[in-house]
């Protein structure tokens, strides 16, 4: 199974906002820049601990570099101009505890969503949450999860159709 991600559809979005950036599949060479990223935008970027912080994130991202696409799904967002990585998501199968994994499936976790702070209010965040729904949504179903019908709000919480 092989995760694309695509650029949302949504209707209330603004055709400018559609066209902020471009999605892929993140790759090894843009580790460094997504560490930068996320500690910048997570941690401020103006500490004395900077260099440091970024290479424990460099080494994080690394050891958790998605070999198995089938389980893990990692984004980057590119601006159109230059190219330059603006956003990043990354969702993952988590395992359950030994004990349990007989019963239950791993279960997905979203982690690392990130836009750089001059790149935000332009729809980035909401497409890499998209892409990364469409794509999780492929990675839940090939880990033996199955779509549940939707609540109908109007009827008290009663499943819609039933």
């Not at 902020?20 to 990223?37: F, I, N, T």
């Amino acid at each position: 199974m092989t995760i694309t991600p695509t650029a949302p559809a949504d209707v209330h979005q603004q055709p400018a906002l559609q066209q902020a950036c471009s999605l892929r599949h993140a790759e090894w060479r843009d580790l460094g820049p997504v560490s930068r990223l996320l500690v910048t935008e997570f941690y401020g970027g103006n500490s004395i601990w900077y260099p440091a912080q970024c290479l424990s994130e460099l080494n994080r991202l690394q050891m958790n570099f998605h070999f198995d696409r089938e389980r893990h799904l990692m984004l980057v967002a590119t601006e159109p101009a230059q190219g330059g990585i603006v956003g990043f998501v990354d969702i993952d199968a988590r395992d359950v505890p030994p004990a349990k994994r007989n019963e239950y499936p791993p279960r997905p976790y979203l982690s690392d969503l990130a836009v750089a702070k001059n790149q935000r209010r332009k729809g980035i965040g909401t497409q890499l949450v998209q892409a990364t729904n469409a794509g999780g949504l492929a990675l839940y179903e090939a880990m033996g999860y199955l779509q549940a019908r939707p609540i109908d709000e109007k009827l008290n919480g009663a499943r819609a159709g039933t």
